[in-house]
Every structure is written in structure tokens, then in C-alpha cells.
């Protein structure tokens, strides 16, 4: 039973495949099932591990404060790994590059998929009050984060996605009110702390973001990556806050082509 | 009808789209087929050709690879484009890169998939004793293409593109001596070829090739790409000599944002595409950068 007590509380993982460790840490409303794709994808050549953040899918307790490295760091430990490859996507993205601050010595890269969180600079600063405002207006961020024309492009691919969207429907927030009653704080943390120096951050890092994206920003991401020294960005066409799901063969391309880079495997 | 006359033989040809012109030519064997992806992709973007080479699928005459670029000048005459993007696969590139170097002002881009060919580099001349060193020792040009991935993971579309790889079987070269018939002068003369200097290649340039591909290997394609002034190389993960139907998604993604930064610089000479574009993404990790 892939089940494992970090904490005190119940972590579901799965691994697949051999190689490297390469860890995936899903956002917010996903579960481990989130990166299907990927791990389909990448098993050939990595060990692939994903998992249940706390209050998603089969694992135990809330998302309400997250501690997402805390969780990450714990299952590094119980599987042994000492380095491994990580890649956050939104909401995830905490964890992994939390971990790459704490622990450097423990992460061959970092991925940051969608997402910047962890990273405090000038832009989040910018971009947290910006959301805060927005929540105030009582727009909803969940429902527009998809690029035009995802249904109508392939509509088999998007009525499977919005089903593994579903499987955390008891916890999901709704709407703009109940977003902002949970996650508020955080917001106001991320719009309140001072920026940090990260001239000596040493972990190869890749940023990607998805061209339509309206909740993780191309300007967000872009000034974040600015902010990190060595860092790599790329944009994904046709793409909004998923492109592991959205665009997998581009996506997978990607972070593959990164990944072989900095393979220790493959330095000679 | 969808034919043409052109230089004393018959050429099957469809066009897809509107907007500039985007020419593929296909790889040895291969027919318009082998680029249905790109068509039913491209059609939103530009006005696609697609076409059968001489002795090739619907098309009459004897196939020649070398002298291709004369029927492809021919077609571009005989439907009036002024100028295009021209987009070569593996032997379709003696064909485009031809024109790129001898008609540059008809060619707004190249694309070299999956090859190298018609660039003379020592990276060639090395390859092509390789290439005789091996058909020789009996491999097959099939089995050094490497698509073990999308052998493995895309079963249906291996079998279609089975299926559409068989519509020259009368012709394919099956065995090493086959292939050696077929392509050994080529690759003599390639191997004894005075490298070209193209330091001041005028056309802006795409090499994509697969990181699998036993065949045309990348180290074949960034030994060409970094002696070409201004090209970009993009070394697609887990592909083989097949990119365009290997890895579908991320190739035409690739290939459209590298034709529309093209178009633009076109109109802005003094555009400069973005750092996060897949093409400069690419490009920054091929290692010639």
C-alpha cells in the first residue's frame, strides 16, 4: 500500500519507472493523477514519483495551511531519496522550490510549472495585491485559466481533464468569497513580505508558463525568472494554466529537453 | 485536378489554407501523406503545398532526389508563388536546400527536418563513410531510425503510418544492399564534397532533428546548423528520424512560432524573438548557442 505517515498524517504516493528521481508536486484542485502524462511519458528514463498533497485525493488532512515542503521533504526521506529532479505546478510549486531553498544539495533541478510561488520578489508582491483586488470585485479565478478554444480543440481530452478536475470537489472552493475566506492570508503574505535576494541561488531552474495564462501571468513568471540567477524560461503556445494536461506533447518536449540536460547521466 | 506538368513529368499536388506560402517536401520514399499533420495543423496559418516527388505516390517520371529541386522550382513557377516558406524531411531537403541556396529571394525561410542534406560540412563528409561503413556491414536505413519511443508508446499511429510509409513499397530500398544502390553515390560524393562556406547564408534558418535518430544523428545536424549563419537547431526528445509524426505537438509548435517570427521580422527588421520562445528554449540547449 503506497501509503505513507508524514506528520502524523496519511500521504498517498505512487512510483513508476527507473532512473533519476524526478518528483511532481500538483496544484490546487489536482491530484497525483494530475500528471498521468508525464509519468507515462517519462518512465523510460526517470523514477517517477507523484502523490496526494495533504487534503487532495486519497491522502489525509487539509490544504488550509499549507506546508507543502514539509510533506515533499518527508517522502524524500521515507523513499531515500537523496537528489531528485522537481516540478511544482501552481499551488505546487511552493513545495519544490521550498525544498530547492532549504535544501539545495537535494534537487538536480527544479521545474516551476505555471507558477512562482516560493519565489518572493517585487512582481509577486505586485501580482498578490493585484489578486486580492480582483477577489474583491468577486471574480472567480478558477474558471479562467484555459485558453481559447480548448473544448471545441479537442473536446475528448478536455471533458477527461475537467473529470480528474472533479476528484477533489468536497474541498474545492467555488467561489470568489470562499477562495478568498481560504486563501486570503496567504494572498496578503505574498503581497505584504519584503522581496528576498536570490543572487545566490544555485539550482538549475526552468520556468515555464502558458501564453494564456490569466491566473500565473506571463509578466509574473517572466519578472520571477528575471529575479533568479542562471534560471531558463519558455512560454507554451496555446496554452493557459495547464499545459501538462493542455498541451502534454509540447509540455513534455520541454521539461524533457531540460531534464536530459542536467541528468548527472548524462555529464561526462 | 491536382496535377501538374512539370519538366516532362506529371506531379500530384493539394493545397491546404490560405495566407504566405508554406512547401514541404517529403523524405525519401515518402509521399504528400507523410505531412498530413502539418497540412491539417497548418491550414489555420498559411497556405500549405503538399506534393508527391517524381516516381513518387501519384506521381509520374523517375525518382531523383538530387535533381528534385528543379520540379519544386517548377510547381512554385507554375502556381505563381513569388516566395515562400519551404519545409524539407530528410531526402526532401536536397530539394529545398537547393533552392534556399541558388534562389534565396524565393525563399522567405528553410526547414531542415530530420537532415542535413545539401550543406556540405565536414560533419557530412564523416557522416557519409559512416553511412557506407554501415549499409555495408549490412544495416538498413529503417532500422537506424530510431523511433523507439513512438514504437512504444503510439501503437495506432505506428500502425497508420505503416500503412502510409507502404505506398511506395515497389521502391523502397528493403535491404543494406538495396540502400547502397540507391544512396552510395550520394554519400561518396558527399564524403569527397569540399565543405560550402555559408557564413553568410542569407535565408533564415530551422534545423530540427530528432535526439534518437540513428540515422541523420544529432551530432550530424549541429555540425551543419552551427556552420550556417544565423540558423537555430532544436534537438527534440524522443524522436527519431520522424519528428513531424513523432512528436506532432511540440514539432508544429516549434515550427509555427519559428515562421511567424520570421513574418514578423519581415515586416520589423529589428524584431527580436522573446528569450522564452520554444525556438530560442531549443536553440539554448543544442549546445551551439
Same mark, same amino acid.
Given at each position: 500500500?503506497?501509503?505513507?505517515?508524514?506528520?502524523?498524517?496519511?500521504?498517498?504516493?505512487?512510483?513508476?519507472?527507473?532512473?533519476?528521481?524526478?518528483?511532481?508536486?500538483?496544484?490546487?484542485?489536482?491530484?497525483?493523477?494530475?500528471?498521468?502524462?508525464?509519468?507515462?511519458?517519462?518512465?523510460?528514463?526517470?523514477?517517477?514519483?507523484?502523490?496526494?498533497?495533504?487534503?487532495?485525493?486519497?491522502?489525509?488532512?487539509?490544504?488550509?495551511?499549507?506546508?507543502?515542503?514539509?510533506?515533499?521533504?518527508?517522502?524524500?526521506?521515507?523513499?531515500?531519496?537523496?537528489? &531528485?529532479? =522537481? @516540478?511544482?505546478?501552481? $499551488?505546487?510549486?511552493?513545495?519544490?522550490?521550498?525544498?530547492?531553498?532549504?535544501?539545495? %544539495? !537535494? *534537487?538536480?533541478?527544479?521545474?516551476?510549472?505555471?507558477?512562482?510561488?516560493?519565489?518572493?520578489? &517585487?512582481? =509577486? @508582491?505586485?501580482?498578490? $495585491?493585484?489578486?486580492?483586488?480582483?477577489?474583491?470585485?468577486?471574480?472567480?479565478?478558477? %474558471? !479562467? *485559466?484555459?485558453?481559447?478554444?480548448?473544448?471545441?480543440?479537442?473536446?475528448?481530452?478536455?471533458?477527461?481533464?475537467?473529470?480528474?478536475?472533479?476528484?477533489?470537489?468536497?474541498?474545492?472552493?467555488?467561489?470568489?468569497?470562499?477562495?478568498?475566506? !481560504?486563501?486570503?492570508?496567504?494572498?496578503?503574505?505574498?503581497?505584504?513580505?519584503?522581496?528576498?535576494?536570490?543572487?545566490?541561488?544555485?539550482?538549475?531552474?526552468?520556468?515555464?508558463?502558458?501564453?494564456?495564462?490569466?491566473?500565473?501571468?506571463?509578466?509574473?513568471?517572466?519578472?520571477?525568472?528575471?529575479?533568479?540567477?542562471?534560471?531558463?524560461?519558455?512560454?507554451?503556445?496555446?496554452?493557459?494554466?495547464?499545459?501538462?494536461?493542455?498541451?502534454?506533447?509540447?509540455?513534455?518536449?520541454?521539461?524533457?529537453?531540460?531534464?536530459?540536460?542536467?541528468?548527472?547521466?548524462?555529464?561526462? | 485536378?491536382?496535377?501538374?506538368?512539370?519538366?516532362?513529368?506529371?506531379?500530384?499536388?493539394?493545397?491546404?489554407?490560405?495566407?504566405?506560402?508554406?512547401?514541404?517536401?517529403?523524405?525519401?520514399?515518402?509521399?504528400?501523406?507523410?505531412?498530413?499533420?502539418?497540412?491539417?495543423?497548418?491550414?489555420?496559418?498559411?497556405?500549405?503545398?503538399?506534393?508527391?516527388?517524381?516516381?513518387?505516390?501519384?506521381?509520374?517520371?523517375?525518382?531523383?532526389?538530387?535533381?528534385?529541386?528543379?520540379?519544386?522550382?517548377?510547381?512554385?513557377?507554375?502556381?505563381?508563388?513569388?516566395?515562400?516558406?519551404?519545409?524539407?524531411?530528410?531526402?526532401?531537403?536536397?530539394?529545398?536546400?537547393?533552392?534556399?541556396?541558388?534562389?534565396?529571394?524565393?525563399?522567405?525561410?528553410?526547414?531542415?527536418?530530420?537532415?542535413?542534406?545539401?550543406?556540405?560540412?565536414?560533419?557530412?563528409?564523416?557522416?557519409?563513410?559512416?553511412?557506407?561503413?554501415?549499409?555495408?556491414?549490412?544495416?538498413?536505413?529503417?532500422?537506424?531510425?530510431?523511433?523507439?519511443?513512438?514504437?512504444?508508446?503510439?501503437?495506432?499511429?505506428?500502425?497508420?503510418?505503416?500503412?502510409?510509409?507502404?505506398?511506395?513499397?515497389?521502391?523502397?530500398?528493403?535491404?543494406?544492399?538495396?540502400?547502397?544502390?540507391?544512396?552510395?553515390?550520394?554519400?561518396?560524393?558527399?564524403?569527397?564534397?569540399?565543405?560550402?562556406?555559408?557564413?553568410?547564408?542569407?535565408?533564415?534558418?530551422?534545423?530540427?532533428?530528432?535526439?534518437?535518430?540513428?540515422?541523420?544523428?544529432?551530432?550530424?545536424?549541429?555540425?551543419?546548423?552551427?556552420?550556417?549563419?544565423?540558423?537555430?537547431?532544436?534537438?527534440?526528445?524522443?524522436?527519431?528520424?520522424?519528428?513531424?509524426?513523432?512528436?506532432?505537438?511540440?514539432?508544429?509548435?516549434?515550427?509555427?512560432?519559428?515562421?511567424?517570427?520570421?513574418?514578423?521580422?519581415?515586416?520589423?527588421?529589428?524584431?527580436?524573438?522573446?528569450?522564452?520562445?520554444?525556438?530560442?528554449?531549443?536553440?539554448?540547449?543544442?549546445?551551439?548557442?
Amino acid at each position: 500500500m503506497p501509503i505513507v505517515k508524514i506528520d502524523g498524517t496519511d500521504l498517498y504516493y505512487e512510483v513508476e519507472g527507473e532512473g533519476e528521481w524526478a518528483i511532481f508536486v500538483h496544484g490546487g484542485g489536482g491530484t497525483h493523477l494530475s500528471w498521468w502524462r508525464q509519468v507515462y511519458a517519462l518512465r523510460d528514463r526517470y523514477k517517477c514519483v507523484t502523490y496526494d498533497a495533504f487534503g487532495s485525493g486519497q491522502s489525509g488532512g487539509t490544504s488550509d495551511s499549507p506546508n507543502g515542503e514539509r510533506e515533499l521533504l518527508g517522502l524524500m526521506d521515507h523513499l531515500g531519496i537523496e537528489k &531528485a529532479f =522537481l @516540478n511544482g505546478h501552481s $499551488a505546487g510549486g511552493s513545495a519544490v522550490s521550498k525544498v530547492s531553498q532549504l535544501q539545495p %544539495d !537535494r *534537487v538536480h533541478a527544479l521545474i516551476m510549472t505555471c507558477c512562482v510561488f516560493g519565489f518572493q520578489t &517585487a512582481a =509577486l @508582491n505586485k501580482w498578490a $495585491a493585484m489578486m486580492l483586488d480582483k477577489f474583491s470585485r468577486g471574480i472567480t479565478i478558477v %474558471d !479562467r *485559466v484555459r485558453p481559447p478554444d480548448t473544448e471545441k480543440n479537442d473536446p475528448e481530452m478536455h471533458f477527461f481533464n475537467r473529470m480528474l478536475g472533479r476528484l477533489n470537489s468536497r474541498v474545492r472552493p467555488r467561489d470568489a468569497e470562499s477562495y478568498t475566506a !481560504r486563501f486570503g492570508d496567504a494572498y496578503r503574505t505574498m503581497r505584504d513580505t519584503p522581496p528576498v535576494d536570490y543572487s545566490d541561488f544555485k539550482v538549475p531552474s526552468l520556468f515555464i508558463v502558458g501564453e494564456y495564462d490569466e491566473l500565473q501571468v506571463p509578466w509574473l513568471v517572466r519578472e520571477t525568472a528575471d529575479a533568479i540567477p542562471g534560471s531558463t524560461i519558455v512560454e507554451i503556445p496555446d496554452s493557459g494554466h495547464g499545459p501538462p494536461s493542455e498541451k502534454p506533447g509540447t509540455y513534455n518536449s520541454v521539461i524533457m529537453s531540460f531534464m536530459d540536460h542536467h541528468d548527472p547521466r548524462n555529464r561526462t | 485536378m491536382p496535377f501538374a506538368d512539370i519538366n516532362d513529368a506529371s506531379i500530384y499536388y493539394e493545397t491546404h489554407g490560405e495566407g504566405e506560402w508554406l512547401l514541404f517536401a517529403h523524405g525519401g520514399d515518402g509521399t504528400h501523406l507523410g505531412w498530413w499533420r502539418q497540412a491539417y495543423f497548418f491550414r489555420n496559418y498559411y497556405k500549405c503545398l503538399i506534393y508527391d516527388m517524381r516516381g513518387l505516390g501519384q506521381s509520374t517520371g523517375a525518382v531523383n532526389y538530387e535533381e528534385g529541386w528543379r520540379d519544386l522550382l517548377g510547381l512554385m513557377d507554375h502556381l505563381e508563388i513569388e516566395n515562400a516558406h519551404i519545409n524539407g524531411w530528410s531526402a526532401g531537403e536536397w530539394t529545398v536546400s537547393k533552392i534556399a541556396q541558388d534562389h534565396p529571394e524565393r525563399v522567405r525561410s528553410l526547414i531542415m527536418t530530420d537532415a542535413p542534406f545539401g550543406f556540405f560540412t565536414p560533419a557530412l563528409s564523416k557522416w557519409s563513410q559512416g553511412m557506407i561503413d554501415q549499409l555495408t556491414g549490412g544495416s538498413t536505413i529503417r532500422g537506424m531510425a530510431g523511433g523507439a519511443y513512438f514504437a512504444d508508446h503510439y501503437p495506432k499511429d505506428v500502425f497508420l503510418s505503416g500503412l502510409l510509409g507502404r505506398l511506395n513499397e515497389h521502391n523502397r530500398p528493403a535491404s543494406s544492399e538495396e540502400a547502397l544502390q540507391d544512396y552510395g553515390k550520394a554519400y561518396r560524393e558527399w564524403r569527397d564534397a569540399e565543405p560550402g562556406d555559408y557564413s553568410d547564408f542569407p535565408v533564415p534558418s530551422l534545423f530540427v532533428v530528432g535526439e534518437t535518430d540513428g540515422l541523420t544523428v544529432p551530432w550530424l545536424m549541429r555540425g551543419t546548423a552551427e556552420r550556417v549563419r544565423g540558423a537555430k537547431l532544436a534537438v527534440i526528445p524522443r524522436a527519431g528520424h520522424g519528428t513531424p509524426r513523432e512528436q506532432t505537438e511540440i514539432y508544429n509548435a516549434l515550427l509555427l512560432e519559428f515562421l511567424q517570427t520570421v513574418d514578423q521580422q519581415r515586416r520589423d527588421p529589428t524584431y527580436v524573438p522573446p528569450k522564452w520562445s520554444l525556438v530560442e528554449y531549443f536553440h539554448g540547449l543544442s549546445g551551439i548557442a
